[in-house]
């Protein structure tokens, strides 16, 4: 399938669904990096305040990646249905989902001490982790990692053409003050769900 049949699918699908995905997929990108920002913004030079913020996306970031990833499966399959509690299935995982999200974050960070590129190849390698870790929990974090690596075997290109092609949408947003990330982040991850469920058949 093509990219821009892809996005097709992903407006599709989230036709008559927006609200419960900007709510939804809002919480979680405000756990992810919402809050870090914010702090950051208002202590620039460091502090307790930007410590708060590290501490909230290191440990729940992983959870709510598994939650976001949960939430946008279930709106892709048409005979599931998502909910806002989907962000919460890590809960019972959330040692693993920690130990992944550090894991993932950290090997990118230092591939990308040495260039930008060999962390966006990294950063590429790993995309699909969570979403395999959310269709099945019992799998391990090296696990997880290893199928990911081997299903993106690829589609590496594929996908990092799929993300720019969101960078229009994303200056979009910048001249709205911030306002269209609420309705450009739920499209975006929709069809990062799409392009999982197709490269991993």
Known sequence: MKISELKRKSKKQLKGKWGIAITTLFVSLIIISGFYVAMKLLQPD??????????????????????????????????????????????????????????????????TMFLIIPGIIVSLMFSQAFFILCEDNNKSIIECLKQSLSIMRGYKIRLLLLELSFVGWWIMSILTFGIGVLWIYPYQQVTRANFYLEIKK
């Open 46 to 111: 460091g502090g307790l305040l930007t410590a708060i913020g590290e501490c909230v996306s290191v440990f729940l970031g992983g959870m709510a990646t598994l939650g976001t990833c949960k939430f946008v499966l279930n709106l892709a399959f048409s005979n599931n249905e998502e909910k806002f509690n989907d962000l919460f299935v890590g809960i019972n995982i959330y040692f693993k989902t920690l130990g992944l999200w550090i894991l993932i974050n950290l090997t990118i960070s230092i591939a």
